[in-house]
């Protein structure tokens, strides 16, 4: 990152230090679990573990823990089929090429 002004937005930096903890868990988790392993008040925990399930789908609910939920797993998919689309067209791109440079 390049020196000089911040612009981290920190709710936005405690919501993704939420998802990657969540993410490391075999098992559902607390928002205090959340709140500990994040450095981050109970209060805070709770309305960003609420909002990332309830209003985002980012986790699931499960009693009063929390998992990665599948809107995460959409996102994912959808990055992977653009990733595989482009290594696909390079791929193509070098046969052309290799086929240009045999004839």
Known sequence: MKEGKDYTIEAVRQAG??????????EPVTSADAARACGITTNTAFRQCWTLSERLGFLDRVGDRYRLGARLALIWAKRKSIVEGTIQRAESELRELSEGAEA
């Open 17 to 26: 230090e939420i998802l990657k903890f969540i993410a490391e868990q075999r």
